[in-house]
């Protein structure tokens, strides 16, 4: 086991930091494993308690720990990546060989307001399917889908169970919409109580909030409101230098 450098100037709390990771990603610390108690981390590699509470705070702000008040503080699993591309929950989890599954919350036919009615490029008061649903992954609840979609393009839509269902690929198979292009607007927010309960997370923790338009053939065919557990996903995307002008 690698052991701290005195004399780095490396701080020793971020070189016990990248110890623990190295535990955690060889799998010498599997997920759900506990960590070696603060006493222990103290006596194993010459450090104050200050010191190895820092490290273990930023892996637990990382979201690679977690703490259990009692028991001591376990390794987490790891997060899921947000995809950032047009795809159904079920297709993203089954890629990720995870079992995707969905109850329904709340099925009905609603008049669009205005803002709905702008957002949806249809005219205020026409009729649109609104579907919320809990999305699960392996069991573990992961989001809420807000789904609005104007009867217009999918009459019936309300009469089919989206139980562990694909949504997108209902309206394929059924209505011959193939999204091929939208807008995704990402926020940070506080989960609502109602949300909270049905997320199984703390009342007044973080969520990712995404606001999607997804569009057939230049019409928009769905504007979708998710609420993401932001324990269990993170953000990752490419980043590229800009153009230099000569």
Not at 84 to 95: H, K, P, V
Not at 101 to 109: A, E, Q, T, Y
Not at 136 to 160: F, K, M, N, Q, W
């Amino acid at each position: 086991m690698a052991q701290i450098d005195p004399d780095s100037p490396v701080p020793k709390y971020f070189q016990l930091r990248e110890i623990l990771l190295d535990l955690i990603e060889s799998n010498e610390l599997p997920i759900g494993a506990a960590i070696p108690s603060e006493r222990e981390l103290c006596q194993r590699f010459g450090l104050s308690r200050m010191t190895v509470r820092q490290a273990v705070d930023h892996l637990v702000s990382e979201g690679r720990l977690h703490r259990v008040p009692g028991k001591g503080t376990f390794v987490a699993r790891p997060k899921i990546e947000l995809a950032l591309q047009l795809t159904s929950f079920s297709d993203d989890m089954r890629a990720r060989g995870m079992e995707p599954g969905s109850r329904d919350l709340d099925r009905r036919v609603v008049r669009a307001s205005a803002h709905l009615a702008r957002e949806l490029g249809i005219p205020p008061g026409d009729s649109v399917h609104f579907i919320e649903r809990l999305r699960t992954a392996d069991g573990e609840p992961l989001s809420i889908e807000r789904a609005h979609i104007p009867v217009a393009l999918a009459p019936d839509l309300d009469s089919y169970d989206l139980s562990g269902r694909s949504l997108y690929a209902l309206l394929e198979s059924r209505y011959g919409l193939v999204l091929d292009a939208g807008e995704l607007t990402i926020d940070g927010g506080i989960a609502d109580p109602g949300d909270a309960d049905l997320l199984k997370m703390p009342r007044g923790g973080a969520v990712l909030l995404l606001q999607r338009r997804s569009y057939v053939d230049g019409v928009c065919a769905e504007l979708g409101v998710s609420t993401y557990r932001a324990d269990r996903y993170q953000l990752r995307t490419l980043l590229e230098s800009p153009t230099r002008r000569p």
